[in-house]
């Protein structure tokens, strides 16, 4: 019996902790900040993560819950944690067009630029033109790639965001720009039949990366 009792006293600890996450995971799914933030003050660590790897300040972000994001930016939780599809808290909140959680996350430290799919690239491709203002103005790199070496650029000319296009050419995004597959923001822009942004794209210097060359020595 006694040994029962020993393993049973090593097992609370983890029983309560699990007890305590899905208590969590129920209160991010209802919005009820009281109740998460009870938790934490009860002992939940603020930078626990799910199954998929978002922290709880990614869910406050993509579950909208400001007085939770609040405490967390308060208790100092980490700012950088990616998931594993590799967002940050910033990457959801630009690619949702939360611009006041974009601004918070920024200015209390949040990294704006890193390899992968960048929070300017997830604003581009929503057509959050505010967002990408903001974050070029604190830094996004404007020509940074994902993985396959498409930039922001294509994103917006891909979903016919024009007043992004128009944004990020005044910025002087780089319209010659060619991805791993040779093409450029001009090809993107064909696929979805957006000739406007096409021709601002000529207009600004860019071209088709699959145009024809012709072989004169046949």
Do not use: C
């Not at 978002?54 to 939770?68: F, G, M, S, Y």
Request: proline letters at 2%; zero cysteines; hydrophobic letters at 45%.
């Amino acid at each position: 019996m006694k040994i029962i009792a020993f393993l049973f006293a090593l097992l609370l600890p983890a029983l309560a902790s699990a007890g305590a996450y899905e208590d969590m995971e129920e209160a991010l799914i209802r919005g009820d900040s009281g109740a998460a933030i009870n938790l934490i003050k009860r002992g939940v660590d603020v930078n626990t993560v799910d199954k998929a790897g978002n922290t709880l300040l990614i869910q406050a972000v993509r579950r909208d819950v400001p007085e939770l994001f609040d405490y967390l930016l308060l208790r100092r939780a980490k700012l950088n944690v990616r998931n594993r599809n590799g967002e940050t808290a910033l990457s959801l909140a630009a690619y949702t067009g939360k611009l006041q959680y974009v601004q918070r996350l920024v200015e209390a430290g949040a990294d704006v630029n890193f390899y992968g799919w960048s929070p300017l690239t997830y604003a581009a491709y929503n057509g959050h033109t505010a967002i990408v203002d903001y974050l070029l103005k604190r830094g996004a790199e404007i020509n940074a790639t994902t993985e396959n070496g498409s930039s922001a650029l294509f994103f917006a000319a891909r979903f016919g965001h024009i007043e992004v296009i128009k944004l990020l050419l005044k910025n002087k995004a780089d319209p010659t720009l060619a991805n791993e597959n040779g093409d450029t923001a001009i090809d993107w822009a064909l696929k979805s039949d957006n000739t406007d942004i096409a021709d601002l794209l000529r207009a600004a210097g860019g071209r088709s990366g699959k145009a024809l060359v012709i072989d004169f020595s046949k």
